[in-house]
């Protein structure tokens, strides 16, 4: 039977990043194992969005760092096309503007300079926006976008001339362990192969499947999230703007196209695509930006947040477990947390511990020691 040194079960965002942290840190023989291609999940399905204006200490602090890997990994892999043009958060009363002016110490307390801007400022980033009822707005500069497209096949690309082995079409069907390590992964019509070292799993919505055969209930629900695009139109909007009232949002894409979100509910665990959640986005966002009704609908999908009980993701060691790896449950924020959930990732493999204390508070086991972190601002 052939042995990998450390497998990755999971060819999204997640799985990329931890590949290219541990190859970059001179780690060798590391294997990705995807079911479908790369990008079929959650992580080919998302808003592009990446930012650093969260109501958490813990996910501000994270995602600082992780915007600093995004600029990395824009100079260093070709084809990844960050973009810091912004977020524009529009407060429509007079409770998020105080709520908002509230976040701003926080960010700013932890070196990101967001800040709080009036109507004409935002009319000025902004030139195409309809006011409205806008009142003020947080603006986070340091924010952006990156397609998710790009980064995969980017990533891809990069991997597999470092040596990286990644395995599309192979699922992953069952983990063998014993006492607390796991020893084997059985290929789906493949046989098993050996674990030398690690196994990561990076499963996104099916990590749950996969660790329950380990008797390990993930605390994750999928919570499913619309998003539609328009063809290309003229340059209409740099930032990622979202009307915090009703949690919608738009963001032109790098080829011009207007990517809507909005907060539409819909059963957990269910991929079925409703027309409702067209009519939710284009309403609200049409009102900032009347241009959206003329733009030609090119797709509507949809794909799942992995929803933990305090919206944070669970990054560290399975519980019972001293050589498999989990990161997921990013409640939404996964793609844009990746450059530093993959370091932190390789850290631990590596050297047993992270580079950042706040990423040693989101280990697997917190709800069981009590311990429940706190982030408000999930949208769309
Ligand atoms: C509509 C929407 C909008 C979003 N917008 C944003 C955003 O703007 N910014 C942001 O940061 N996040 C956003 N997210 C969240 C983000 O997409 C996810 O958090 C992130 O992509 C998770 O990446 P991942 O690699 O952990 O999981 P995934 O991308 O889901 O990857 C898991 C992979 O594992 C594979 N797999 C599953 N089971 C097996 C198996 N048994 N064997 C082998 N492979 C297996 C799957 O095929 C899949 O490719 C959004 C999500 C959605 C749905």
Redesign the pocket.
């Known amino acids: 039977m052939r042995t990998v040194n450390i497998a990755i ?7 990329l990043s931890t590949a290219y942290f541990l190859t970059k840190k001179g780690i060798k023989d590391v294997e990705i ?4 291609y790369v ?12 930012r650093a204006s969260f109501t958490s200490r813990v996910h501000v602090v994270l995602m600082k760092e992780a915007i600093e890997g995004w600029k990395k990994w824009n100079k260093s892999i070709e084809g990844l096309e960050f973009n810091q043009a912004g977020y524009l958060w529009l407060l429509t009363n007079d409770e998020l503007v105080e709520q908002h002016k509230e976040l701003m110490k926080l960010h700013n307390s932890l070196g990101v300079p967001t800040k709080l801007i009036g109507r004409e400022e935002v009319k000025e980033l902004v030139p195409s926006i309809q006011l409205n009822d806008v009142l003020a707005a947080l603006h986070d500069p340091t924010a952006g976008k990156a397609s998710p497209f790009h980064a995969t096949m980017a990533l891809r690309r990069y991997l597999i001339k470092a040596g990286v082995k990644i395995h599309e079409y ?4 069952s983990i063998k362990a014993s006492s607390s390590k796991a020893t084997e992964i059985g290929i789906e019509g493949a046989g098993s192969l050996k674990i030398g070292g690690s196994l990561v799993i ?5 990590s749950k499947e ?1 660790l329950y055969k380990l008797g390990y209930e993930l605390p994750v629900v999928g919570d499913p ?3 539609l695009i328009t063809e290309k139109v003229a340059p209409l909007v740099k930032p990622l703007v979202i009307h915090k009232e009703s949690g919608s949002y738009i963001n032109q894409v790098l080829t011009g196209g207007l990517i809507l ?1 909005a907060e539409y509910s819909v059963p957990e665990n269910d991929l079925t695509l409703r027309a409702g959640f067209i009519v939710k986005a284009v309403k609200h966002m049409s009102k900032y930006f009347p241009q959206i009704l003329n733009a030609n609908l090119l797709r509507v999908w ?5 929803k933990t009980p305090d919206n944070h993701p669970l990054i560290g060691l399975v519980p019972g477990y001293e050589n498999i790896y989990l ?2 449950g ?1 409640s ?6 990746s450059p530093i959930v993959g370091e932190e990732l390789a850290n631990l493999i590596i050297n047993g511990r992270t580079k950042l204390p706040e990423t040693a508070e989101l280990t697997p086991d917190r709800f069981k020691k009590g311990k429940f972190l706190e982030e408000k601002a999930v949208f ?1």
Request: glycine letters at 26%; charged letters at 10%.
């Open positions: 079960v999971g060819g999204g965002i997640t799985g194992f995807e079911a479908k990008g079929y999940g959650s992580s080919g399905r998302c808003a592009a969005g990446i192979t699922p992953i069907r990076a499963a996104g919505y099916w996969l999230h619309h998003l979100g949809i794909g799942y947040y992995l990161a997921t990013f939404g924020h996964g793609y844009m947390m769309g």
